[in-house]
């Protein structure tokens, strides 16, 4: 078996390691770190780092080698002059390097692997140039990293000690390991002589802001009698510093994990594995949304991830997510992808007056219908500008936390959401390559979508055709008679355009109503949006 896999998150390289236990222990999540120069560090002991493991010695981890095509840039805080002439300058990238890591690795990986995510269990290790940038990770994001590996730093760096005898203490939550061979930079004539000297007045300054005594049980710092700046003797202190950084069978870790297993008892919060949410606000409405994230595990396809985006995610989110997580389990599931919910900032599984308005377009009240409850209608409107949302932000942004094919990528709404797919065909069809309406309202503002859904892709048949492009129609069989005239209708109307490439597909299931029909509907629209190339199309 190939013991690492080779991943690509933002188009930086990653070289991942599981521990032995990974595959055999599928209920155990594992600490993390984050290793730079591709990993090398660990590549070079992984031998002696596994026997650690099974011994019990080491806390087995996952290692996550990120590569640097250009390591003067991302190591480095801030730009200074080369240190020899005809040599490269250091460019100062570290910061977007970091939060880089932080914001877009660090999640895809706690997406695809078995993580404790938390920045307790997560460290960030280098060497060198590599050591230097994981120190500023400890000042700039100790909010993802919680541990750091610093294995000889390059603290001759221009105003690196400067800066760290400037800054205040470190946080009390970081744990960091920093060593220095006693041989550093002996014979260099540039600013690398200062290597030993500043390593320890660093560790010193750390010392002296020790406000709470702690600092003795965070910090570990060694001068390595005899060893020179290079891979080997890094390497040789790597093991040495996971076991401080992840410490293994300690009496107060045992007794604090205790803890947590009681409280367990009391209140036990599920989730679905692999699924994830954040809020994000639009830039042209400022209107923010609730969004949640299922990232299938193991590693993606070949040509990235088909995404499913659905709407009303506080609804649909987690029925979508167990459905695909359940589904597309090999040898004979759908090729699994990742399912966006987007939805509100709500325990309520619909979100009433939000929805009204992003789902809608403006409406000609005389055109509305009575509501049930004979109150007002909610604003309407907001369909364009929620769909730039979704095109121009939302999408960007899962391009830059996971690898995505592109040419798969489909739209689910129910109901409000059904008309709003139907919208966003009609507006942006190449957005999409298969929208699903499910019970879509297609009465809403008299019914013009009868008219301008098949103009408009009459019109694209004629100029581009519509190969690639799907639909699909999907009712409950009780629900009013008008709803199921319509989409019928709509389905009638749209036949030509088979001829164009639409792959068309209309189902009104037996015995369910307007909101029963979400639950049957799902296996029937993942099999359309997810199929495998060359299984069964669908008529």
Same mark, same amino acid.
Request: hydrophobic share 40%.
């Given at each position: &078996? ?39 560090? $660990? ?9 650690? #493991? ?8 996952? $290692?996550?080698?990120?590569?640097? *095509? ?26 977007? @390097? ?54 000889? *730093? ?32 002996? @014979? ?45 003797? &890094? ?196 957005? #999409? ?41 999907? &009712? ?64």
């Amino acid at each position: &078996m190939e013991r690492y896999s080779h991943l690509v998150a933002a188009g930086r390289k990653l070289l991942v390691y599981v521990p032995p236990s990974y595959r055999t222990a599928p209920d155990t999540r594992y600490p993390v770190a984050y290793v730079q120069d591709g990993g090398e560090l $660990f590549d070079s002991c992984v031998n002696q780092l596994e026997h650690l #493991f099974r011994q019990g010695k080491l806390q087995e981890t996952i $290692f996550v080698g990120v590569a640097s *095509p250009n390591r003067n840039d991302d190591y480095t805080p801030w730009p200074a002059e080369a240190l020899q002439e005809g040599k490269p300058s250091f460019g100062g990238g570290g910061r977007a @390097y970091v939060d880089e890591l932080a914001d877009i690795v660090k999640p895809y990986i706690d997406g695809i692997y078995r993580t404790l995510p938390e920045a307790g269990h997560t460290a960030i290790i280098g060497g060198s140039l590599g050591g230097l940038v994981a120190m500023f990770a400890g000042y700039w994001r100790p909010d993802a990293f919680g541990r750091l590996g610093l294995l000889s *730093p390059s603290l001759w760096y221009d105003g690196a000690l400067r800066y760290v005898e400037e800054q205040p203490a470190l946080a009390s939550s970081l744990r960091v390991f920093m060593s220095v061979g006693s041989c550093e930079g002996m @014979y260099k004539q540039n600013a690398q002589r200062h290597m030993v000297p500043h390593t320890k007045r660093a560790y010193a300054a750390w010392m002296s802001k020790d406000e709470d005594g702690g600092h003795a049980n965070r910090l570990r710092f060694i001068v390595s009698d005899g060893d020179t700046h290079d891979l080997l003797s &890094m390497a040789r202190r790597l093991p040495e510093a996971l076991a401080w950084l992840f410490p293994s069978g300690r009496a107060e870790e045992r007794s604090a994990q205790a803890a947590l297993a009681d409280a367990a008892i009391e209140r036990m919060t599920y989730t679905i594995p692999g699924t994830d949410q954040w809020v994000m606000r639009a830039a042209r409405t400022g209107r923010e949304y609730r969004i949640y994230t299922y990232v299938p595990p193991g590693p993606p396809p070949g040509q990235g991830y088909p995404v499913l985006y659905s709407l009303d995610g506080n609804a649909s989110f987690g029925s979508l997510a167990e459905a695909m997580r359940l589904q597309a389990r090999p040898p004979h599931g759908f090729e699994p992808g990742i399912v966006v919910g987007i939805g509100y900032d709500s325990d309520e599984p619909i979100v009433s007056e939000r929805r009204f308005y992003d789902y809608t377009e403006k409406a000609d009240p005389a055109k509305l219908p009575e509501r049930p409850n004979r109150a007002a209608w909610p604003e309407t409107g907001g369909a364009d500008g929620f769909l730039a949302f979704i095109e121009e932000e939302l999408k960007p942004a899962m391009e830059r936390r996971f690898p995505i094919d592109r040419e798969r990528q489909s739209l689910f709404g129910h109901s409000l959401g059904g008309w709003f797919a139907l919208h966003a065909l009609a507006e942006r069809p190449e957005a #999409f390559s298969a929208y699903i309406a499910g019970s879509p309202s297609i009465w809403w503002n008299g019914s013009a979508i009868l008219d301008r859904l098949p103009h408009a892709l009459r019109r694209l048949q004629e100029s581009a055709g519509l190969s690639g492009m799907a639909l699909y129609i999907g &009712m409950g069989a009780d629900e009013k008679p008008s709803m199921k005239a319509d989409a019928e209708r709509l389905h009638a109307l749209l036949q030509p355009c088979r001829a164009g490439g639409l792959r068309l597909h209309y189902r009104a299931f037996e015995g369910e109503g307007h909101v029963s029909v979400v639950h049957p509907m799902i296996s029937d629209m993942l099999r359309f949006t997810m199929r495998r190339e060359g299984e069964r199309a669908w008529s």
